[in-house]
């Protein structure tokens, strides 16, 4: 009767301020919170936040986290290396109706951060780590196999750490940008038009089976003219704008898209800064940690 009554207080609690968002991710929310409230043993890493950030940062960076949804055929999801080297660690199911947040071995679901302040400018970073990235594209693994593999030739799209970000930029007067990593560089939708642009923010980002390569998942409908893109028609409420001759429309699980997804909620959230940099070995020697990359630094760096 207790846990019931707690559940429900819970519950009333929450219902008394629903934000105005997708279904999903309001649901990932909710669900998450309900399970706290009962289990009384959910730590997401708001305390390691508030040290390294600052209590203002650490509520800034746990806001803007993104929601995570999966292209079908992927099971990993992002996970701490320092408990999880291996696929089989970060796996869970690929259920399209489930919200997951641990793998199949009880690991939890883990997003490192920073934070930047550079030219006026509030940079959040965001990294998932996945054990390995094996490409999928257009059926080159598949392919492969059926030709080089034969003779023991490895796998070019294939290697040990996977490394891949989700940066927000927050302006001076209240603009949300955002883009993905995608395969060397950054994307806002999965266009080649959005190759290294930085885009309003849906709250979502989408993950490439396989490779892990990331973008913001958006439809892309196309309009004539270079005048100023009107915003009616369709889900008009959530139009975005694009490059000229494009307008995007933000794609949601739950009602656009059937897919897995982690949202950000149940996240556990670590800080890069807390890391024993040290301790960190490379499976791969072509792939950098975040803190060996340029954009560490240069939060604009197009280089991911």
Same mark, same amino acid.
């Given at each position: ?16 301020? @629903?934000? @105005? ?7 990932? $929310? ?11 043993? *959910? ?26 949804? !999966?292209?079908?055929? %992927? ?8 408990? *999880?080297?291996?696929? &089989? ?22 997003? $490192?951060?920073? &934070? ?6 509030? =940079?959040?970073? !965001?990294?998932?780590? =996945? ?47 955002? +883009? ?8 806002? *939708?999965?266009?080649?038009? *959005?190759?290294? @642009?930085?885009?309003? +923010? ?37 139009a975005l704008r694009g490059p000229?001759? =494009? ?28 890391i024993d940099r040290g301790a ?14 340029? &954009?560490?630094?240069?939060? %604009?760096?197009?280089?991911?």
């Open positions: 009767m207790g846990l019931v009554l707690l559940a429900s207080l819970a519950l009333g609690a929450l219902v008394t301020a @629903v934000p @105005v968002i997708d279904g999903r991710s309001f649901g990932g $929310f909710l669900s998450h919170r309900i399970f706290c409230a009962i289990r009384g043993n *959910c730590n997401t890493g708001e305390a390691g936040l508030a040290r390294a950030y600052g209590e203002d940062d650490g509520r800034l960076l746990r806001e803007y986290a993104p929601d995570v949804v !999966y292209e079908p055929g %992927e099971r990993s999801i992002p996970v701490d290396f320092r408990s *999880c080297r291996e696929a &089989v660690c970060a796996a869970a199911p690929d259920d399209p109706d489930l919200d997951v947040h641990r793998s199949d071995t009880g690991l939890p679901a883990t997003v $490192f951060t920073r &934070v930047i302040r550079r030219n006026g400018n509030t =940079y959040l970073q !965001y990294w998932f780590y =996945y054990p390995d990235s094996n490409s999928t594209a257009a059926g080159s693994d598949r392919l492969w196999d059926a030709g080089p593999g034969q003779l023991g030739a490895d796998y070019p799209g294939y290697h040990r750490d996977d490394w891949e970000g989700y940066q927000v930029r927050l302006g001076p007067a209240g603009e949300e940008d955002v +883009r993905a990593s995608s395969h060397g560089h950054y994307q806002w *939708c999965k266009e080649s038009s *959005c190759h290294n @642009v930085w885009g309003p +923010r849906t709250g979502w980002t989408r993950v490439s089976e396989g490779s892990h390569a990331g973008h913001i998942p958006l439809e892309r409908e196309t309009v004539g003219g270079d005048s100023p893109l009107p915003l009616g028609g369709g889900r008009a409420e959530r000229p001759s =494009y307008r995007y429309e933000p794609q949601l699980p739950g009602l656009d898209l059937h897919e897995r997804t982690s949202t950000a909620e149940g996240f556990v959230l670590v800080p890069v800064e807390t960190y070995r490379r499976l791969d020697d072509g792939i950098s940690p975040p803190w060996e990359k340029a &954009v560490y630094e240069d939060p %604009e760096s197009e280089g991911s």
